[in-house]
């Protein structure tokens, strides 16, 4: 079957993972403390996109790609509080008019991970006060490029920043307190819906939405109550009471108590999906952290580098929980982190097939972002993940196509030709 005309087909990448040489955020201070980064690496210079990426648009365009998924650094943007920097904004509209002249569609992220160190040091998402502050920063970046702009993600994986940097500990800044988590979860979520407005008040024309990471989260036995429960807890908690709330105009629980937010209620266009894996659950009273739920991943089953179960029918099932919407779905990241490009290959074709699935049976997907257009800095795991279509050599910073980048370029072409 054809994919519905305008579909997009593009890949994602994130400032800091690619830019290289981003000193004024928290990141690139977190990697200077010992045993936080695979290895001791550091971002450094990570692919030098900042500099490069005219060599890189030519080769989305020649892979015959229309979209490219990228985001803004804050950092660089508002390097001082409410101090706005005009060669920042400037770079960053050089490579929006690039894009659109090689007929690719930008599709900008505002926030994905990283803050500036000025935003660290009062306290970052925890501070109630980062709502205002990322409506100044969403109300400058609006009037500076939302005139050449249709797609936007205000937020991307609300839910892995606040677990992963205040619930685990694994990324800045480091905490492991529930009670924080689900603070900075709220701040994240009246963050958004206040970002949303600000986009649609100064450019009504836009499509603005969250990259959301979902996960399949199912019981390791079927037959024990307590797997089952445990596996339905975590996956209201981690993969739809944030969609919810956003949709619904209401802090549900946990986040919450039910209270309504105006600026909240219906805040996504569309719904950004960023899908990678499956969770297989078990109930462990020694795992209080995450809610007494150990996660596994299924015996037997085909995994990438890092471990990660890969599972192209969760895309399936993802994609059908999110037509109780009735919203346009962008996925907004999809890939795997791979030495062996034949398993990339595969990973595509397959997952692809879960979309042309998903289309057949009504969902409404409107894009499909592989994750990621180039290797790159993964953030603790460093530079041993290997997600990209573009193999880097980072000691030249030549970028080489894998034959997974023009198997995409292929099938983008073939599934829009109904081949």
Request: aromatic share 12%; glycine share 10%.
């Amino acid at each position: 079957m054809a994919f519905p005309p305008g579909f997009l087909w593009g890949t994602a990448t994130s400032s800091h993972q690619v830019e290289g040489d981003n000193r004024n955020n928290d990141w690139w201070e977190w990697e200077e403390q010992t045993g936080r980064i695979y290895a001791g690496q550091r971002s450094g210079e990570a692919c030098d996109h900042y500099h490069r990426f005219l060599e890189d648009i030519e080769m989305m365009a020649a892979l015959g790609l229309n979209a490219y998924r990228f985001s803004l650094e804050w950092s660089r943007l508002e390097p001082g509080p409410d101090q706005f920097s005009t060669p920042a904004i400037d770079h960053y509209g050089e490579m929006i008019a690039a894009l659109k002249a090689r007929g690719i569609e930008p599709v900008v992220t505002l926030h994905h991970f990283t803050i500036p160190r000025w935003l660290k040091e009062a306290g970052g998402f925890l501070n109630p006060e980062v709502v205002s502050l990322f409506d100044r920063y969403t109300k400058e970046v609006a009037r500076a490029l939302g005139k050449e702009v249709t797609y936007w993600v205000t937020i991307n994986e609300p839910m892995v920043l606040a677990t992963q940097g205040f619930l685990l500990g694994l990324w800045p800044p480091g905490h492991k307190n529930l009670a924080e988590t689900l603070k900075v979860a709220r701040h994240l979520l009246l963050a958004h819906g206040r970002s949303y407005r600000r986009l649609k008040e100064a450019h009504p024309g836009a499509l603005v939405g969250l990259a959301k990471h979902y996960r399949i989260i199912d019981p390791l036995r079927s037959t024990s109550w307590l797997d089952r429960l445990s596996a339905r807890l975590l996956d209201y908690i981690f993969n739809w009471a944030f969609t919810d709330s956003a949709e619904r105009g209401r802090l549900k629980v946990p986040f919450g108590w039910g209270q309504g937010v105006n600026d909240l209620a219906g805040t996504q266009d569309f719904m950004g999906v960023n899908y990678y894996s499956r969770d297989m659950i078990s109930f462990d009273l020694r795992s209080p952290t995450t809610l007494f739920a150990r996660m596994r991943v299924r015996e037997g089953s085909e995994t990438n580098d890092l471990g990660w179960e890969v599972y192209p029918e969760g895309l399936y099932r993802l994609l059908m929980a999110l037509k109780r919407y009735r919203k346009p779905i962008l996925i907004t990241e999809n890939g795997i982190s791979t030495g062996d490009d034949r398993q990339r290959e595969r990973f595509l074709r397959e997952h692809l097939h879960q979309v042309e699935r998903a289309l057949g049976d009504g969902a409404d997907v409107r894009g499909y972002f592989y994750w990621s257009l180039l290797d790159n800095f993964e953030w603790a795991e460093g530079y041993r993940a290997r997600f990209g279509l573009l193999e880097v050599d980072f000691a030249t910073q030549e970028r080489m196509p894998r034959p997974s980048a023009r198997l995409y370029g292929r099938l983008a072409k073939g599934y829009g030709e109904g081949a």
